[in-house]
């Protein structure tokens, strides 16, 4: 891998300390646009020596380069862009990639620059921004090749020659009919192979995988995933053609829907945008935490307050009180082990509706299996912290049903969130942990209160 920062901002550097845009423009043809993108994120480099080596690239270069940065390197850039140049950047910008920056700009600004686009651009744009933000159409691109089923493969070999440039990908052709609704598809390869008289409805591939363009962008990323595609269409009501997501934009919703599972896994704010962790700020990493924190810290009340409940029992046996860290840091552990697993598979579609059962099932036998073996240390550690056979009894069955319950929670927590429409990622491992560790209390103590006090 290329070492960007110690390898080219040196000679970078040089090239324009001394003037030598010419060498430099040569320099910068040998670097592939991702790691030009790299260079331009550098803060090595002051924004308008960033906006002088964005100059000297070529233009479809430098729209590729733009699409890969990250926004906020696009704002800044933008701003030492010249009004034509920026108008000339966003006209060749894919669809998909130019919604994505204006869904992000201030409104007012994307009003302004949508009124300086070609009337095709600006509908295109328009027509992208108007889908709901996580869905399959905010996430397309228009720029598609379509024939019909009665051309022949020269024909569409001809027009594919003629369209290349102005479409996203050329290894998927779908057909349509008469109407414009989709019917089939056809792959580069099997045009390649095919004698150039034949017609197309005699090698397309009928009725093709598809999504819906009000569809959440997760369903295409499975699909494409699960068919093992490039790209996959999507229609509208009608099945009409909209446009296509490829494989390039399922890796980009798989990267940002696992980065938002992991910050609510976390009990943290998802991201709104692409965020780093050195593009945050001290103050906006405190606020995407500080929120869930003190909402777990109020619900913490509850702890104390089942401590409070027994305290006559804590004071009639203080030994009770060195198990507590014991119980509720194994339920919390069995609750966050068992919500990890659960979110997982409702993030991937391995469970649904048809297999609850089953999953419960083997959600029951698994909290007594993993139960049974730590109650037993459990028993052994409290014997020989207490020196009494009662209080690790006590101990002991208190962490069976606690892991039993942990699993439980851990289990129907998602899935209770799913129901209701919910992100079953919501079920974070902090939130699991609290709800744990009122239970764990709540059944410890009263199990010692049953059997300890008489």
């Known amino acids: 891998m290329l070492d960007i920062k110690r390898v080219l901002v040196p000679d970078i550097k040089e090239f324009i300390r001394e003037k030598e845009l010419g060498q430099l423009k040569e320099f910068l043809k040998y670097l592939k646009p ?6 331009l994120s550098l803060e090595d480099f002051e924004p308008p020596e960033k906006a002088l080596l964005f100059r000297l690239l070529d233009k479809d270069i430098a729209t590729h380069v733009f699409s890969e940065l990250h926004f906020d390197d696009q704002e800044k850039l933008l701003k030492y862009l010249s009004s034509s ?5 966003l006209e060749d910008m894919d669809p998909d990639d130019r919604a994505k920056l204006f869904d ?25 921004l108007n889908y709901p933000p996580d869905s399959v159409g905010r996430a397309m691109t228009p720029d598609v090749l379509d024939v019909t089923e009665d051309m022949s493969v020269d024909e569409v070999i001809n027009k594919i020659r003629k369209a290349a440039k102005e479409v996203e990908t050329i290894y998927d052709i779908y057909v349509l009919d008469k109407q414009k609704k989709l019917i089939g598809k056809v792959d580069l390869k099997s045009l390649v192979l095919s004698p150039g008289d034949t017609k197309i409805k005699d090698i397309m591939e009928k009725d093709p995988v598809y999504v819906r363009a009000q569809d959440d962008r997760e369903k295409a990323a499975k699909l494409i ?8 269409p999507v229609v509208d009501s009608e099945n009409k053609l909209l446009g296509i997501i490829t494989v390039d934009d399922v890796l980009d919703i798989m990267e940002d ?5 992991m910050y609510k896994l976390a009990a943290m704010e998802a991201p709104e945008i692409e965020e780093e962790y050195f593009r945050l700020s001290p103050l906006e990493r405190v606020k995407k935490r500080i929120p869930w924190l003190v909402g777990l810290l109020i619900a913490e009340i509850a702890s104390s307050s089942v401590l409070k409940k027994f305290d006559q029992t804590l004071s009639a046996i203080v030994s009770l009180a060195f198990f507590i860290p ?20 409702l993030a991937t579609g391995e469970i649904d509706e048809k297999k609850l059962g089953k999953v419960i099932l083997n959600e029951i036998f698994t909290s007594f299996v993993l139960a049974i073996p730590l109650s037993i240390v459990g028993f052994i550690i409290a014997f020989l912290v207490s ?60 199990l010692a209160t049953l059997f300890l006090l008489k």
């Not at 991702?34 to 260079?39: E, F, N, R, S, V």
């Not at 140049?85 to 950047?89: F, P």
């Not at 009003?111 to 027509?127: M, Y």
């Not at 069976?400 to 992100?423: C, H, W």
């Open 85 to 89: 140049e920026t108008i000339s950047l």
């Open 257 to 261: 829907e696992a980065t938002e599972d």
């Open 34 to 39: 991702q790691d030009i993108a790299d260079l």
């Open 104 to 128: 992000e700009l201030p409104s007012e600004v994307v009003k302004q620059l949508l009124l300086k686009l070609s009337p095709e651009e600006r509908e295109d744009t328009v027509t992208l």
């Open 225 to 232: 995933k699960k068919y093992d595609l490039i790209s996959i």
């Open 387 to 446: 020196s009494s056979l009662h209080v690790a009894f006590v101990v002991s069955f208190a962490l069976l049903v606690v892991v039993v319950l942990s699993n439980a929670v851990g289990l129907l927590l998602p899935l209770f969130f799913r129901l209701f429409k919910i992100d079953p990622a919501v079920s974070s491992s902090p939130l699991i942990t609290t709800v744990v560790d009122i239970l764990g209390l709540l059944t410890y103590f009263s």
């Open 326 to 345: 014991m119980l509720t840091d194994t339920g919390g552990n069995v609750g966050s082990q068992a919500v990890t697993l659960i979110v997982r598979a």
